[in-house]
């Protein structure tokens, strides 16, 4: 194989934008040959461009005709269609979030596991974000010593009550199984666990519909604490103007801010813990660096995470990001609603069929009758943040 | 009268503080005539200085010789001090916290109360910072709408192992009962309360010793939700280098953040809500104004709250901060606690005998055996922050 024969499944905002740039020829030895949606005015324009248009994901996957699928469905269809490509022996890109909650996601990197020949990816972009992967590096390098305390402050995701009737899947239990959490923050998610590795428990305390009338949380405030004591907060929100994003990492020996474009690092002479035990001066604090760390932004994210899966897929070169890391932005958002609605803290790794079973619950329980508008003159891009 | 005869109860660091100002004449109509205090050595300077010494804080205060008096002892003595000078007829300025627990505050306020002739003043001194009052009108004037979150990290506190070795009530429930809460950033919940109200019901999660070889706490995270649904943390530390102190305040029609030295609005041209009622774009959003707010330093802020305090004495003027309003912050500290050591969400206003009962049980279980190192090179005004 030369090339990699590409087929997106679900051609919405995002499967449409990966379309896009694939058609643009933005990632080198990958195809799109396939467009398949089961809604047919979704298909039109790419049968002009040349890609054939499929009804039916299913024969899709069994078709021969594509060496690797974009799974870019509502949440909930990605686990099914996911492992029929992988059992199919096509090579597997899924749109976040991997699964719709924690147990399909097991199901969905079982499946993968045992198909070891298969590429399993997950597009979680911001990790080529070089912002990120500096803070990383400063992390692993020992830069900012042990992490005491984190702030994410990520409640720049404002959307007005138009966005929610534009669809009818939008923020219900039954079509996305969440709100904010895992649409809005799920890359954020996913960063906060890329970087500071998982909580060893974790308290939410979620708003259902506080901004708009919706049945999820759009209102979102979870403490966490990390297994050698560190705590944190993750806010989010789709209510709040102008919003804020701003990371704040706090180590032993410094401090680390990241807010819009700006990244500083707030260096200790001398490392908190080891001040702590030799000052003999209630009060004093060691001097510190002011250091401003340059960070350029990535160029097409998402183009160069497929191309990292197409080169996984001929060269066998290792993916930027294996499906199965995706389990952890998942089992956050889970965990911050569960333990918001239970009212408890809990404990990870979580147990996923008990919040599989409280995910039914509201599924069952649900009221909503949506109305949807179209809103025609949106432009997605718009949604993506770094 | 004509001038205030002041007596200072306590002469640690405080009580010497505000003996200084007012030997300095710092307060018009205020004499300084009486200093008292347990420990002889304390009292030493005074003499030579002409000011009258007392052992006795009791004997003090009826001796006819004091008009006023200054409580600037431990907490627990705060209560039965205050009670004793109000009933004696001698007004009173007592520091922070006004007692050393809810219950005890609802005690001295009830004498108080009791007693409406004799002046009850509280010694929160940041109320007149310009930077507080300024967010205050904001607020007030409607400039930031209805407040929908607040994240206030409040970490620039730290301690070292030294500070806690000074004294040998410091850090215990038995000398201050409780920690970073009751002792650092009781100034910071009087200004939480003063700004934003009272909430609704608290979360806390308070780390008892985690950086510290103390009981009491040393970090802490607290949840907080206000009556009409807005949400907010509050973070604190003595333990974190360099640590923050960052309080940010959202409403719907914009955002303050005042962080070190300096305070931004940033303001909605659309009011949030009208805006997400409005906008027909989903990921839209109403232009901006960047407004920079001037601030200055209140030029000695103990004393011009003393001032107040001798006004009102002589004058009958308002207080700038009467006693009764030291309630909210010795609750707000009491309530973080008590949600800690009880694992539950606390509704507000709390029950003061139950945290009482809890404090009681805390001191009765105390293992503390503190050697007490005397850092006799220390400037304690260093621990004053705006």
């Known amino acids: 194989m030369s090339v990699v024969r590409i087929g997106i499944i679900g051609m919405g905002n995002i499967g449409k934008f990966h379309a896009d740039y694939l058609l643009a020829g933005k990632v080198k030895r990958a195809q799109l040959v396939a467009a398949c949606s089961t809604s047919p005015q979704k298909l039109e324009s790419f ?19 594509v060496d690797a699928v974009i799974v870019a469905t509502p949440h909930y269809q990605h686990t099914a269609l996911g492992i029929a490509a992988i059992e199919a022996g096509v090579h597997l890109m899924v749109e976040k979030p991997i699964s719709a909650h924690k147990a399909d996601a097991e199901r969905l990197i079982g499946t ?18 070089p912002r990120y992967a500096k803070i990383r590096k400063l992390i692993q390098d020992g830069e900012l010593g ?6 994410w ?20 239990w039954k079509g996305e199984g969440g709100g904010v959490l895992i649409n809005q923050c799920l890359h954020n998610l996913d960063m906060l666990q890329w970087l500071c590795g998982m ?34 907060v993750f806010i989010s929100s789709t209510g709040e103007l102008p919003g804020t994003n701003r990371f704040e990492i706090c180590g032993t020996r410094g401090k680390i801010v990241l807010e819009k474009d700006t990244l500083t690092f707030t260096r200790n002479e001398v490392a908190a813990d080891a001040w702590n035990k030799t000052s003999k001066i209630g009060f004093a604090r060691p001097d510190v660096w002011q250091i401003n760390i340059p960070i350029t932004n990535a160029d097409a994210p998402h183009a160069v995470l497929m191309q990292s899966f197409v080169d996984s897929i ?46 039914q619950e509201l599924i069952a329980g649900s009221r909503v009758q949506k109305k949807v ?6 432009d997605f891009t718009k949604s993506f943040t770094r």
Chains 1, 2 share one sequence.
């Open 47 to 65: 049968k002009e461009k040349g890609v054939k248009i499929w009804g039916d994901a299913a024969t899709l996957i069994r078709s021969k005709e």
């Open 314 to 359: 001929l060269d066998g070169a290792p993916l930027s990001c294996p499906g199965e890391e995706g389990l952890g932005s998942i089992e956050l958002a889970n965990v911050m609603l569960y333990s918001s609605l239970t009212g408890q803290t809990v404990n990870l790794p979580m147990d996923g069929a008990a919040y599989e079973k409280k995910l």
């Open 146 to 151: 042990q992490i005491i305390r984190i702030n």
């Open 199 to 232: 909580p060893a428990r974790v308290r939410g305390f979620c708003q259902l519909g506080r901004f708009h009338e919706i049945e999820v949380e759009d209102n979102v405030t979870v403490y966490l604490e990390w297994p050698n004591g560190a705590t944190g």
């Open 153 to 172: 402050v990520n409640t720049d995701w404002f959307r007005s009550d138009a966005y929610y009737t534009s669809g009818g899947w939008r923020a219900t």
């Open 112 to 129: 993968a596991k045992a198909h070891p020949n298969v590429k399993f990816a997950a597009m979680f972009q911001m990790r080529t974000e």
């Open 373 to 378: 508008v179209e809103v025609s003159t949106e």
